[in-house]
Every structure is written in structure tokens, then in C-alpha cells.
């Protein structure tokens, strides 16, 4: 069988490699994974600049234990898993402020339609944001990252039972909080 040199290798190959010092190998996985990092981070934060800074701090965990990584669970799982406790390191620091001003979609909705959506997403967002970090962290990785409760169980390292419960109990919240504010 002759090589391709256009196939893909697989995370844990990838892993491998930068084990024993291939710095391409690591720049694969970056670019592989940076955006669903960075995403993840930056909702949980509401702060680009720090998520910047936790993306940064989570592929340089990676690096360092590269030797130690077992596979047993995905590369975005661990990683996800690792973004996940960097944040709650920083929460523990200090409180995130609330993104002030929601990036603009373009949409051919009147200017009164945008300002009602965007005031609606403002509040979503603030309520996510008000969320204690657990129940924050699974609304986040089931909506926003579209994972399974296992995979969620797996990242947050509770039970998939817990993982319902914090989901069920965070979207009570959501919708008291935003009950509220239509009032």
C-alpha cells in the first residue's frame, strides 16, 4: 500500500508526535481544536481577551502532559475538560463581567427586529452569565458545543444523572431569570 501523504492522522498519532518533540504535529492539533477551545472558553468567560488567554493556557497543558495522555475519551473531550477546570480557576479569582455589546449578525430583519433580538440575547446572555459555574458549564457544552450528556458527564466529572439535573435545573433558572425581565 503506498502512503498518502494527504491522510489524516488521527489526535491520538498526533499525540504521539509531539511526545517525542514533533512541533508540527502540535501545530496540527491547534489548528484542529483552537476555535471549539477558544469558543467554549470565550462563552463561559464573556471575555474574548481572556479566552484567549485560557485557549493559550489549555494547548500549553496539552504540550506538557503530552506524554502522559491516554485516550480515553476524545482529544476535544480532554480539552474541553481542561479549558473547563482553567475557567473555574479564574472564577475563583475573580467574576467575569457580562459581554456589554453582542457581535451583529447580518439578517434582513427590520432595525426594530434587531433591537428586540438583540435585547433578548443581552438578557440571555447575562442570565447564562448569572448561572453558578456547573450549571453554566452544561448549558454551554450541550448548546453551544452540542454534546452528549455523556461526553458532558465525562468533561465536568459528575454522573450523566448530575448532568441532567444541572441542565434541568439551569434552564428553570433561565427561564425565571428572563420572566422576569419581561415583566
Do not use: W
Not at 518533540?21 to 462563552?43: I, P, Q
Not at 467574576?95 to 439578517?107: A, K, N, Q, S, V
Amino acid at each position: 500500500m503506498i502512503f498518502n501523504r494527504h491522510t489524516r492522522r488521527s489526535d491520538a498519532d498526533l499525540i504521539v508526535k509531539i511526545a517525542d518533540g514533533d512541533e508540527g504535529s502540535f501545530t496540527e492539533l491547534l489548528r484542529r481544536h483552537r476555535d471549539a477551545v477558544y469558543g467554549f472558553a470565550c462563552r463561559m468567560l464573556g471575555d474574548p481577551q481572556e479566552a484567549e488567554d485560557v485557549a493559550q493556557e489549555t494547548f500549553l497543558r496539552l504540550y506538557r502532559a503530552s506524554n502522559r495522555y491516554r485516550a480515553d475519551a476524545t482529544l476535544r473531550t480532554y480539552l474541553l475538560k481542561i479549558a473547563r477546570n482553567i475557567c473555574i480557576d479564574h472564577f475563583r479569582k475573580k467574576r467575569p463581567e457580562i459581554m456589554e455589546e453582542l457581535p451583529e449578525t447580518p439578517t434582513e430583519e427590520t432595525p426594530l427586529d434587531l433591537l428586540e433580538g438583540a435585547i433578548a440575547a443581552d438578557r440571555l446572555e447575562k442570565a447564562i452569565g448569572d448561572l453558578p459555574v456547573n450549571q453554566r458549564t452544561a448549558i454551554l457544552l450541550r448548546h453551544t458545543e452540542q454534546l452528549s450528556y455523556q461526553r458532558i458527564s465525562e468533561i465536568m466529572d459528575v454522573s450523566i444523572g448530575a448532568v441532567e439535573s444541572l441542565l434541568v435545573r439551569a434552564r428553570r433558572a433561565l427561564r425565571r431569570a428572563l420572566v422576569l425581565h419581561e415583566k
